[in-house]
Structure formats: C-alpha cells, structure tokens
C-alpha cells in the first residue's frame, strides 16, 4: 500500500479543476430548481437490503460492485452505488406520499461502485439525478426528458439526441421475455457465460451485453414493441407525441433496456452527438412499481441519472468548458515591514466589498514582489510605498497596460470599483 497515493480508482479534484465542477453545479441547480425539483441530500451509506430491493439481485451493481461491509455492531451496510434507492427510500421514510401529488426531488454528489478501473470509470464517481414521484401520466416522462435535454443544452451541449424505448408493464413485458427467451435459446452457443447465466433468470440484461457476439445474437431478437399491451402502447405514444411538440430530435430502439431492473414502460438515454461516438450522458425511466418493491405505497415515479466525470469529459472535448480562472483581481504589495499591516487592512477591505485579493505576506525586494504580482494573474496592483504612504496614498497600477495613478487611502474602493467590478469565484 502506499501511502500517498489515493486508493484504486479514486482521484482528488484539484482547485482549478474544481472551479469548473462548481460551475457545473451551479448551472445544473438553476435549471433543477426552475423546473420545481428540490435538492434532497441522503447519506453516503445505506442498508444493504435497500439496494438489493431496490436494483435488484441479479444486476452488475448488486453481484459485482457495490462496497459492503459489516459494521460495529454487526449491520451490513453498502456505499451508496446510485441515487434512486436511497431517494426513495427517504420519500417513504418521510410521508411525502401522504402529502399527495407530485414529489420533485433531485440528488447530486459521489457514489461508489467497485468496478474494474478504466478510462473514465472510477470507484468514486459523481452523478446527479431528478426524481418524479406520484404521477402516472405521460406528461411526466416527457417532463423528464425535456428537462434532461434543455438541462444540457443549458451546459453548452447542442448536438443532443434521445434515444427512446418502452420496457412494458409486468403484465406484456411476461409475455415478450418468453419470446426473448425462446430467440436467445436458439442462438445460445455464441453468447457468454455471463448472458448464459442469466438468460432465464433476467434475459432483458442481455440486451445490455456489450460483447460483440452477444450483440450481434440480441439484434435479431424480436421487438417488444409488437408485445406491449393496450395502455402501454398508449402510454408510449403520448410520450413520443409530447416530444414531437417540443421539437427534440429521439430514436427509438427497440432492444434500449437500460441497466437497473426496477424500469417499466418508458426508458431514455440521452446522447450527445457531436462527437461522432454516441456518447450517452444520462440515462432514466420509469419505475412504477420501485416504492413498493422498498417498502413504500404504490406510487409510481419516473426519473433520470447523470454520471458528472462523463459530463466533464464530453463538455471539455465538445470545447464547452468555461475558462474558470482562480486569478485575483488585485495584487498588493507592501515595501517595508511596517507598511504590510497597511496592506492587510487594504485587502481586509477590499475584500469585504467583494474583489479576490491576493496579499504577498513576505516582504521582499520590489522586483521579487512584482514578478509575484505578475505570476499571480491578478489585473491591479496595490503598491505601498514609503514615499506615498507619508500622504496616506497609494499607488494603483494596471498590470495590463502599466498604466499607474496615486490615489488617497479613503478612495481606493472607489478607483478599484472603477477599474474592475466585484465578482465571484468564476471568471467567464
Ligand atoms: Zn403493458
Ligand atoms: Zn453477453
């Protein structure tokens, strides 16, 4: 083990970095928040069972990647590997069904899954996630879809596509697995020992499959949609009618089941496509019968999930990152000793009025200083000197054009505010 090296698949998010993270959060609040979700934050562990309920046994999550442990007093418990469950189980857990209508939650912050490290997988990862609690009606699933689509156009992402499917109720969906099935028996000796596994238990999983030879068997199995029922039909139609209307480009597919078990009739992904790759970004649906597989009443709830590195990386290589600058805006320089308790009361100032000061805390040469003030970035400098300060002035130099002006200690606000204007982290 080394020490100083964080554990397999983690990473740290260093300040720069960090500063594009924040902007990510802050545009993906504002557009959570102006479609009426309210942030809820669960723990980062739950009890075990809620996940085993809640994806369901026989997914990759729950056999092969989520980390649980015993802990003190003898309880399994898991790090959490998704939002949903743990969503649902505080909805149920605080009545909100009891308050009738629609529930509008979202989540956003790290999860945990041991998967096999990657390019771009990692065992701590960040997703973000909206969940609509309460509503049966296609109105929602459209919502949700919208929202994950202008959500992105919101971040910079243009070139979006949707891909869209309905998985069935759990009365034609019986009726399209032994149809599965029968297709994927006959082709059985080309799939793997994963997908054999499961084929009886849980053949939808193998639509999932990315090995070529399982996908090349699950592409000529029949189409679901010439097995859902009346209402499911229906269901699927108005969401694709609602979408039609809100002019988002969608395709269905026909073998999209999405990865979790709890899925029934709409499932989503939606792609980013200016890259070339198809490269989806969130993926969701509908998951009528999840509250009362935890536990809860039978509400039925509609959702989605975004994984943030993913988000990152497709921003970043579609050149849509904003250039966030840690920068200060003012540098000051104090010349003697005595005059750097002058410039810690002129940042101390300046900063309560909002501009990012930067304060050298080592008195040294005037050059030093000014290569200090130069690496820093920062657009102003403060210097106190000697000389002005016997007139209780300053001077102020423009670090752009060299430009300098004298300025009298009451003003500085005043000629700093005229220069530049106060901001927050982020320079765009
Ligand atoms: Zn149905
Ligand atoms: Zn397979």
């Given at each position: 083990m080394n020490l100083t090296t964080a554990p397999r698949g983690t990473y740290d998010i260093m300040p720069q970095e960090a500063l594009i993270w924040q902007w990510m959060e802050v545009n993906i609040r504002e557009v959570l928040l102006a479609y009426g979700y309210g942030e809820i934050r669960t723990p980062i562990f739950e009890h075990t069972e809620l996940f085993l309920r809640g994806i369901g046994e026989t997914t990759d999550i729950v056999e092969k990647e989520m980390y649980t442990f015993l802990d003190k007093g003898g309880r399994s418990i898991t790090l959490r590997p998704e939002g949903t469950a743990p969503v649902v189980r505080a909805y149920i857990q605080h009545k909100l069904h009891g308050q009738g209508g629609t529930t509008k939650l979202f989540y956003l912050g790290p999860m945990f899954r041991q998967e096999r490290?990657?390019?771009?997988?990692?065992?701590?990862f960040h997703q973000f996630g909206v969940e609509l609690l309460g509503e049966e009606t296609p109105l929602a699933d459209a919502e949700i879809i919208l929202l994950a689509h202008d959500l992105y156009q919101h971040l910079g992402l243009t070139e979006l596509e949707i891909y869209l499917n309905s998985v069935g109720c759990s009365e034609c969906r019986e009726e399209y697995k032994k149809a599965l099935i029968a297709s994927l028996q006959a082709s059985s000796s080309q799939l793997c020992p994963s997908c054999l596994n499961r084929l009886e238990r849980n053949p939808l999983r193998l639509l999932d499959c990315k090995n070529d030879s399982c996908q090349k068997v699950t592409a000529k199995t029949p189409s679901i949609h010439d097995f859902l029922c009346q209402a499911c039909k229906e269901h699927f139609i108005q969401v694709t009618t609602l979408l039609d209307q809100a002019n988002v480009k969608y395709e269905i597919k026909p073998r999209l089941v999405r990865g979790?078990?709890?899925?029934?009739?709409t499932v989503f992904e939606v792609v980013n496509t200016d890259l070339g790759a198809q490269n989806a970004i969130c993926g969701g649906g509908r998951y009528d019968g999840l509250v009362k597989e935890c536990g809860g009443p039978a509400v039925p709830g509609v959702g989605f999930a975004s994984g943030m590195e993913r988000l990152f990386t497709t921003l970043e290589q579609s050149g849509k990152l904003p250039v966030c600058s840690k920068a200060p805006q003012v540098y000051i320089i104090s010349l003697t000793e005595e005059l750097s308790n002058v410039g810690f009361k002129i940042a101390t100032t300046l900063r309560r009025n909002g501009f990012k000061v930067e304060l050298g805390f080592e008195v040294k040469s005037m050059k030093a200083q000014m290569k200090a003030a130069n690496k820093s970035g920062a657009f102003i400098c403060i210097i106190i000197g000697e000389d002005e300060w016997k007139e209780r002035q300053v001077t102020i130099k423009n670090?752009?054009?060299?430009q300098q002006i004298r300025v009298d200690l009451p003003d500085i606000v005043d000629q700093i505010s005229n220069l530049i204007s106060p901001q927050g982290v982020i320079n765009q």
């Open positions: 490290p990657q390019a771009g997988r990692f065992r701590q979790l078990d709890y899925y029934t009739r670090m752009n054009d060299g």
